[in-house]
């Protein structure tokens, strides 16, 4: 069975840092993997996804991940955070089972931007 | 730009009465799905639903709950006798074609508290 795990329900970075939220999936078979970010009282918005066209998946806002089948990781980062960077993030993998694609979600992260 | 929206964005019922949460999905999109995420744990598939009927069904997905597209414009998820353990935020999201690597569009979700 495929499965997400995000570390950090919780990650807090300064305004200009750089920001890594972390995605660790479980998959026998090579995966899609997606995050999205959910900002308040909004819809789940979809960052960016890998399709393994490329390992490296740029998304919009400046974001990007990386697959790395090693590591069994699709961490997102961005190098330097702002203000209304400040939401909940979703990373999920599109499950082979069946026919669907229904999405797996990991945890969520929210990611607190200071000033 | 197209979207997927869900109405009432807010519900409070008593348990044992029914609810119907409404979406309207993307105009050109054929898959349709429920996710749920009760506070403060991950967002969970429901449900999908393709070509009129349900395509896959979550252990969550009991007789309890039922959708229907009545009209082909909304996708409904309805629940026979509500109880505490309801209380979530429901998503609705769609999607246009068949692949794993197909894109999911949520809506904003209805948060549903069940007295």
């Known amino acids: 069975a495929q499965s997400v795990t995000q570390l950090g329900s919780h990650v807090s970075v300064s305004e200009g840092a750089l920001v890594l939220l972390r995605c660790n999936y479980s998959s026998s078979v090579p995966p899609y993997l997606f995050w999205y970010v959910q900002y308040p009282n909004q819809g789940l918005q979809l960052l960016l996804k890998y399709t393994s066209a490329a390992t490296l998946v740029k998304g919009i806002n400046g974001f990007e991940a990386e697959f790395k089948k090693s590591e069994t990781s699709f961490h997102l980062t961005k190098p330097s955070a702002h203000m209304s960077d400040a939401a909940e993030y979703f990373c999920?993998?599109?499950?082979?089972?069946?026919?669907?694609?229904?999405?797996?979600f990991g945890q969520g992260t929210t990611l607190q931007v200071k000033p | 730009e197209p979207e997927v929206t869900q109405t009432p964005s807010h519900q409070v019922t008593q348990m044992g009465q029914e609810v119907i949460l409404r979406c309207v999905p993307i105009s050109n999109h054929l898959y349709f799905y429920w996710y749920r995420q009760i506070l403060g744990q991950k967002v969970e598939f429901l449900v999908s639903f393709y070509n009129n009927e349900i395509s896959e069904k979550s252990e969550i997905f009991d007789d309890q709950f039922s959708v229907e597209r009545p009209d082909g414009s909304n996708f409904t998820l309805k629940i026979r006798s509500t109880k505490l353990e309801d209380s979530a935020m429901y998503f609705c999201a769609s999607k246009g074609g068949a692949g794993w690597q197909e894109t999911q569009y949520f809506g904003p979700g209805t948060r549903l508290l069940v007295l």
């Open positions: 999920a993998v599109s499950a082979t089972s069946g026919n669907t694609g229904k999405l797996i």
